[in-house]
């Protein structure tokens, strides 16, 4: 397993992991006309490139024989600092492995390396919204100490979900 920055060619491979990793968790939550516009919203190539690009979000990659089989997203500021009391909030927003290879460890190699990152460019807290009904990714975060500190919710087209914002302190 190689653990590494994202360049711009790696963009075409994490778009598609990025909509192959969120249809198999959500996917049957949602209106396929909102899902397909949340999906180019977010997930298009050019959307990714964007952040790849940009300087407010930095993704690390686990490749494993050449294939690209997870990722996180960690962007500063945070969007969501102002229900923080920390300094200089990082949230991560996406931590994700291939459907097929979740339960093998990357996420939890992604997650260290996420909070090594936040702890060495002196961010006091890493905040993420999860699912309110995604009670396994509840569970992997709370093992890291993350805990609830907000009710928000989060769009697809028409839809409006129940989130939680949870916050680890650095």
């Known amino acids: 397993m190689i653990f590494r920055a994202a360049t711009l060619d790696d963009v075409p491979a994490l778009a598609r992991l990025g909509r192959e990793s969120f249809c198999a968790t959500f996917e049957h939550l949602y209106r396929s006309e909102d899902l397909a516009n949340f999906l180019e919203e977010v ?36 969007w969501y ?62 093992r890291y100490g993350f805990g609830k500190i907000a009710d928000i919710t989060f769009e697809v087209g028409e839809q409006i979900d129940p989130e939680f914002l949870y916050e680890l302190r650095l």
């Open 81 to 142: 600092a102002e229900y923080s009391g920390a300094e200089n909030p990082i949230a991560l927003g996406q931590l994700y492995t291939a459907p097929e290879r979740t339960g093998e460890g990357i996420g939890a190699a992604l997650m260290d390396w996420a909070l090594d990152y936040a702890k060495t460019n002196r961010h006091g807290a890493i905040q993420l919204s999860v699912y309110a009904e995604n009670f396994g990714a509840q569970r992997f975060y709370q």
């Open 43 to 78: 997930y298009s190539e050019p959307s990714v490139a964007e952040e790849v690009a940009g300087d407010e979000c930095i993704h690390r990659l686990a490749e494993d024989d050449g294939a690209l089989v997870g990722y996180c997203k960690l962007r500063a500021p945070s």
